[in-house]
């Protein structure tokens, strides 16, 4: 059968089907991992020996080459410089972290490739336009039947492909087996032309009976070698995106790669916003338990490590190699048991890391270069490999670590109970000095934000509540024998110091039995400290959580709050936030007003949005319209809504709910002096 000039099928075929495959394959492995260095040589590799095949296909009278371009290219053969890529390939694959003798041996064949392919290229080109036309030089020439130029092209490259195999021996493991799978498809799509051509030149009559066998005779030996090569750069692409031995990174064609690469840039600025928080977070810590317990959450947070430890630089072996290693380093050190310094390692360390599960280790270095603390990431979830990022976040983040420890000035070998944050229960609150703790729910232990003694004098014995404004622990006073209440931050944070100080400074300026009562201001770690009345009985919420309140109970609690406000009204002092979490109960069950942390803001209005007047969604200044609004509401809630409310209690609520702020009560005077009147109303008090 003839294809074209009458070219025989198999001939075309030999030269078509390999340069397609070439040309596809480069195409695919570049769409896959344009990015990496190693694949940019892979690359280079196929289009160049492409090339080789390339120039046959529209051979014969039928698709000649146009004569300007026969006479412009025909000495140029750019598959001569095949093998040179392939060297700069196999000294970057694998990768090996140790560099080796034979590593500096790679270097150097890799100039030896590019001076054979100068060679070669320049030789052909001369020959072609008659420069040269010696006996010895027309023997490189690239169609001679000599077949030096394809014998120095062979050598050359199985060269790099040992070179690939050879350096793998020090490669970790998974390039090992990224090197085993790779060679397996560069072997099979070139084993047969390579055992073709060291036959052709260790045997000469294998030479001599290809140039005289018959097409029939040449087919047996064509295909195989054709359709190997064919299958070569068709497979090693398939291990390139199957078994990624390179970065693997899909880069799609316009428009895909616009978007891909605002997605990218907005994933990287999160990373960065995620850890510009833990830094600020870091920077804030009060303690040393503290800073280990925020480095614990946001590396797990951060970069997905299953665990991680924070551990003295004692609990190192003796005679470690790791910590001059990490002494030196400025940044974290992989350690995972397939890499290459993991390997390295004295038995010692291995067994040691290999205990406790690390495979990322660091150090918080002091300024002077003391390594204070060691941090040992273990495998992160998911069974993935920490990548450069990861290894970035972390290493930035312990430099933050570093240098608010160093501002503690507090070691975690021996911390006091006025040092360090107790810890306490998450489910009922009881605190401890220890992670023992004492309540038997079998809850882990999390860290406290107040010591297990404040100020030498207050024990701290459980959680009341917490909340966005702060947290409160039950406290005992030592010296005076009374119950106190704790309140401090959950945590350091700009504004949150001026904001507890000033609620202190707004508490301390009121006298009144409805306005609980500040005994004092401690401060710990920079932190503020409330020492405040303790109300046995909880707070109003937790009292409504019980049934609601009956209207004569209604009615003394609101002439009680009533009076509070208008005490603190005189006085020009807001309380704006007037809820039923805000509203302690004593052991008789008096009501008081607590929390005056809004209490000494100024501006626009503030508070629990359910407790607000309907004026504070159009802005302006608050007023005393803001804490009767919020009384108001927390008496009908306490009542349990209007429906079961006597009729004078309800034309009560008409008037201090109405829309209009001209329509209520003025003044907590007057709300107080409204239900005077209802309290000595028989129906009211029956709660007829």
């Not at 273990?378 to 670590?401: C, E, I, N, P, Q």
């Not at 945590?491 to 009121?510: I, N, Y």
């Not at 109405?658 to 000595?680: C, I, K, N, V, Y």
Request: hydrophobic content about 50%; charged content about 20%; glycine content about 10%.
């Amino acid at each position: 059968m003839a294809v074209g000039a009458g070219r025989p099928l198999m001939e075309l075929a030999s030269t078509l089907l390999p340069t397609l495959a070439f040309a596809g394959a480069g195409l695919l492995l570049g769409a896959a991992s344009s990015r990496d260095r190693r694949s940019f040589f892979l690359l280079a590799t196929f289009v160049l020996s492409a090339s080789a095949f390339a120039r046959a296909v529209p051979a014969g009278p039928a698709l000649m080459w146009p004569a300007a371009l026969d006479a412009a290219f025909r000495g140029v053969f750019p598959e001569a410089f095949a093998p040179a890529a392939l060297w700069h390939f196999a000294v970057v694959f694998p990768h090996v972290r140790r560099f080796t003798p034979f590593d500096l041996f790679a270097r150097r064949a890799i100039a030896v490739a590019w001076v054979v392919g100068a060679v070669l290229f320049f030789v052909n080109l001369a020959l072609a336009y008659r420069v040269m036309d010696g006996a010895h030089v027309v023997r490189l020439g690239r169609d001679h039947a000599g077949n030096l130029f394809w014998d120095l092209f062979t050598v050359t490259a199985l060269g790099a492909v040992v070179a690939i195999l050879a350096r793998s021996r020090w490669a970790p493991p998974p390039e090992q087996r990224r090197v085993a799978r790779f060679a397996t498809a560069i072997a099979a799509g070139t084993a047969p032309f390579l055992l073709a051509g060291v036959a052709r030149m260790a045997l000469p009559g294998v030479d001599g009976w290809l140039q005289a066998a018959s097409p029939q005779q040449r087919l047996w030996f064509d295909v195989p070698v054709v359709g190997a090569l064919a299958a070569l750069p068709v497979l090693t692409t398939l291990a390139v995106i199957a078994d990624r031995p390179f970065e693997f990174q899909f880069a799609p064609p316009w428009p895909m790669s616009r978007w891909t690469r605002k997605r990218r840039s907005r994933w990287r600025m999160k990373h960065r916003e995620r850890l510009s928080a833990a830094l600020e977070r870091v920077r804030h810590a009060r303690s040393a338990r503290e800073l280990v317990a925020l480095l614990q959450r946001e590396l797990q947070f951060g970069v997905g490590a299953g665990a991680v430890r924070i551990l003295d630089r004692g609990a190192l072996p003796s005679d470690t190699a790791l910590m001059p290693m990490l002494a030196e380093s400025t940044a974290v050190l992989e350690m995972s048991r397939d890499g290459s310094l993991f390997r390295l390692m004295p038995r010692h360390d291995r067994e040691w890391l290999e205990a406790g599960g690390i495979t990322l280790i660091g150090a918080l270095k002091l300024r002077d270069g003391t390594v204070a603390a060691l941090v040992g990431l273990g495998a992160k979830r998911g069974r993935a490999s920490f990548g450069g990022r990861d290894r970035w976040f972390v290493s930035t983040l312990l430099s933050g670590a570093a240098v608010a420890w160093a501002s503690l000035g507090v070691q975690p070998a021996s911390p006091t109970e006025d040092d360090e944050p107790a810890l306490e229960c998450p489910r009922c609150g009881r605190v401890s000095a220890s992670e023992t703790l004492p309540c038997g729910c079998e809850a882990r232990a999390v860290t406290a934000a107040l010591p297990r003694r404040v100020a030498g004098k207050f024990t701290v014995v459980r959680r009341l509540g917490s909340g966005g404004m702060g947290v409160a622990y039950l406290g005992r006073d030592s010296r005076l024998r009374r119950d106190v209440a704790l309140k401090t931050l959950p945590e350091l944070r700009d504004g949150g110091v001026s904001g507890l100080t000033e609620e202190a400074r707004a508490m301390a300026a009121l006298n009144h039995e409805a306005v609980a009562t500040i005994y004092g201001l401690e401060i710990w770690r920079r932190t503020p400290v409330l020492v405040v009345e303790y109300f046995p009985d909880g707070t109003l919420r937790q009292r409504l959580a019980r049934g609601p309140l009956s209207p004569r109970e209604v009615i003394a609690l609101g002439t009680r709050l009533a009076g509070g406000l208008a005490y603190m009204h005189e006085r020009g002092v807001l309380h704006r936030d007037v809820k039923p979490s805000n509203i302690g109960l004593t052991g008789t069950g008096a009501p008081k007003l607590l929390d005056f942390g809004l209490a000494s803001e100024e501006g626009a209005f503030a508070g629990t949005p359910g407790y607000l007047p309907p004026e504070a969604l159009e802005g302006g200044d608050p007023n005393t319209a803001v804490d009767l609004w919020g009384l108001s509401t927390v008496l009908l809630e306490a009542c349990g809504g209007r429906d079961r409310l006597p009729l004078a209690l309800r034309r009560f609520f008409d008037r201090a709910l109405a829309a209009g702020p001209a329509s209520r009560f003025q003044s907590a005077h007057e709300f107080r002096a409204a239900l005077d009147r209802l309290g000595t109303q028989p129906a009211a008090r029956a709660g007829a």
